[in-house]
Antibody
């Protein structure tokens, strides 16, 4: 059973860099039908997709984060990582890593967030 | 960006009720619509993908429908464990956006 687990500091100072790692266990990070995603949820609010990375390093991120995001993958450790630069209080959120899997229904193919880590709260405060 | 607008934002219901939550996309997304359930302090859980396909392991009382811009999540007979927040999400094009959520309360 594939599992995802986030790790990283729970407190980051304003203007510094938030760094999180997601460890994948019980399955292969190099599976061709998976993308590896980061999603966040500010306290009491909705969900925001941050970005995805494929096992070969190709990335897709949300333009709303204005190029503050760096995604990376280490297949030898079965880990993928998020760095978010120049954080402010608005970046305080629960950060989830997730697997985005290919689902096929007839001729339809789409990728959905079918497995999630438990989430980790990151607070931006001095 | 494609906006996903859910209604209602909150809903009171009772065990055994039939409940419907709607989601409207700001442009046509074919059937690239998904539904998630989130309980307090937990990660979201995929319920429905491709507008109407039931994720493995999800009870059959959950159903989805729609295409284009209008989508619906229906719970045919509410159970106590169904009281949670529900989100729609589009996977038509990045950035992959979610609705604002519908809180289902007793």
């Amino acid at each position: 059973q594939l599992q995802l687990q986030e790790s990283g500091p729970g407190l980051v100072k304003p203007s510094e860099t938030l760094s999180l790692t997601c460890t994948v266990s019980g399955g292969s990070i190099t599976t061709s039908t998976y993308y590896w995603a980061w999603i966040r949820q500010p306290p009491g609010r909705g969900l925001e997709w941050i970005g995805d990375i494929y096992y070969n390093g190709r990335t897709y991120d949300n333009p709303s984060l204005k190029s503050r995001v760096t995604l990376s993958v280490d297949t030898s450790k079965s880990q993928f990582s998020l760095k978010l630069n120049f954080v402010t209080a608005a970046d305080t959120a629960v950060y989830y890593c997730a697997k985005r899997s290919l689902m096929v229904r007839g001729i339809m193919k789409e990728y959905v967030f079918d497995q999630w880590g438990q989430g980790t709260l990151v607070t931006v405060s001095s | 960006d494609i906006q996903m607008t859910q209604s209602p934002s909150s809903l009171s219901a009772s065990v055994g009720d039939r409940v419907t939550i709607t989601c409207r996309a700001s442009q046509s997304i074919s059937t690239y619509s998904n539904w998630y359930q989130q309980k307090p302090g937990k990660a979201p859980k995929l319920l429905i993908y491709a507008a109407s396909s039931l994720q493995s392991g999800v009870p059959s009382r959950f159903g989805g429908s729609g295409s284009g811009t209008d989508f619906t999540l229906t719970i045919s007979s509410l159970q106590p464990e169904d009281f949670a927040t529900y989100y729609c999400q589009q996977s038509f094009s990045p950035p992959y956006t979610f609705g604002q959520g519908t809180s289902l309360e007793i």
